[in-house]
């Protein structure tokens, strides 16, 4: 059974988009996942279609109804979670791309941002997920993004190449720098140590540069590195 994907918006035609090349592109033609995009005003029943209306207690922009809302949820409702991509949500990580990609699949509701009805973000038990404090036009880039992520994890998707990658994210560091030939552009050269062929310095400096990066440019990440896994010491960093 192919891990299955369901996205919720009043832009469908924007699927698969970007998720219809490369890598996640050719596991969908593999049937390793699939995708369903299903136009919430569908769900409309009135003349003008309606899907959202003003909000309650006042104030700007538009709310979606919770009725038409849960009705596009009760169709595609099954044992997958569903999620509400929103910047109100908790921050997608790693870890929640790892928990989704392991499960049957998702449905992704990608609202207005001003707002869905809270009763059936409520009543349906929808998660929250932001992929950043940033806002979007729309939830629809977001779904993209999550679903990109989970679905280069499915097995059998990854090359080994890739699946490294991952091993050192999930260390949680950023990467070291890479080099290709030529070993001088520029006027610039390739460090030494990559030449020397000496391995366990080869590893010593990468393992070295990935704790420098990732302390100058993500001390959050760089706190939730315990002392006991780093290699180098903040002191002299
Ligand atoms: N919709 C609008 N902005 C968003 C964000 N940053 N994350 C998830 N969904 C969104």
């Given at each position: ?6 996205v ?29 995009a299903?136009?919430?005003r ?31 949820l ?11 991509l ?113 391995h ?38």
């Open positions: 059974m192919s891990w299955r994907a369901t919720l918006t009043l832009f469908p035609e924007m699927f698969p988009g970007p998720l219809g090349q490369s890598l996640a592109g050719r596991a969908l033609e593999r049937g390793i996942w699939s995708l369903a299903r136009d919430i569908a769900q409309a029943a009135d003349r003008h279609r309606t899907v959202d209306d003003t909000p309650f207690g006042g104030g700007a922009g538009m709310v979606m109804r919770p009725d038409i809302v849960d009705a596009a009760a169709e595609c409702a099954d044992d997958r979670p569903a999620v509400f929103t910047p109100r949500g908790r921050k997608l990580t790693q870890a929640t791309v790892r928990r989704l990609a392991e499960g049957p699949g998702v449905v992704l509701l990608c609202g207005r941002y001003e707002g869905v009805d809270q009763r059936v973000i409520e009543a349906r038990g929808l998660e929250e997920i932001s992929i950043g404090d940033y806002v979007l036009s729309g939830g629809e880039p977001a779904a993209m993004v999550l679903l990109d992520a989970c679905v280069r994890l499915l097995p059998g998707v990854m090359g080994a190449a890739e699946s490294a990658d991952e091993e050192s994210f999930s260390a949680g560091l950023l990467e070291y720098p890479h080099y290709t030939r030529p070993a001088e552009w520029q006027g610039r050269r390739v460090p030494d140590v990559l030449l020397s062929g000496n366990a310095a080869i590893a010593a400096w990468r393992r070295a540069e990935a704790e420098r990066i990732t302390r100058e440019r993500r001390p959050d990440l760089w706190a939730g590195h315990g002392p006991e896994l780093r290699q180098s010491d903040v002191r002299g960093g």
